[in-house]
């Protein structure tokens, strides 16, 4: 049994101005490897959102800024892979007419 990493700092995701103006929001799916060290690495977007206006970007730097206390198995730390879900929602969505 691997034990699931304990993340020690969260970073949300930024909006591009160019992502907002267009209205884009939901969901990029990511996977990446959490080292022993708990620095994340081989990031990458398993599910994209956007690739236009820079949202799955943005979700790719906030996961490599994220830390962790890593995986174990027993006392030892081992690598791991994990998957990431990060949400854009806008702030003031736009109204049905």
């Given at each position: 049994?691997?034990?699931?990493?304990?993340?020690?700092?969260?970073?949300?995701?930024?909006?591009?101005?160019?992502?907002?103006?267009?209205?884009?929001?939901?969901?990029?799916?990511?996977?990446g490897?959490?080292?022993?060290?708990?620095?994340?690495?081989e990031?990458?977007?398993?599910?994209?959102?956007d690739?236009v206006?820079?949202?799955?970007?943005?979700?790719?730097a906030?996961v490599?800024?994220?830390?962790?206390?890593p995986?174990?198995?027993?006392?030892?730390a081992?690598?791991?892979?994990?998957?990431?879900?990060?949400?854009f929602?806008?702030p003031?969505?736009?109204?049905s007419?």
């Amino acid at each position: 049994g691997v034990s699931n990493p304990i993340r020690t700092r969260a970073v949300k995701p930024r909006y591009t101005k160019e992502a907002l103006d267009a209205h884009v929001q939901g969901r990029v799916e990511l996977e990446g490897i959490i080292r022993v060290d708990g620095v994340i690495t081989e990031v990458r977007v398993t599910k994209s959102l956007d690739t236009v206006y820079g949202l799955d970007e943005s979700a790719k730097a906030a996961v490599r800024d994220m830390a962790f206390e890593p995986c174990k198995i027993g006392d030892q730390a081992v690598p791991c892979v994990v998957v990431f879900e990060l949400e854009f929602r806008l702030p003031n969505p736009p109204r049905s007419r």
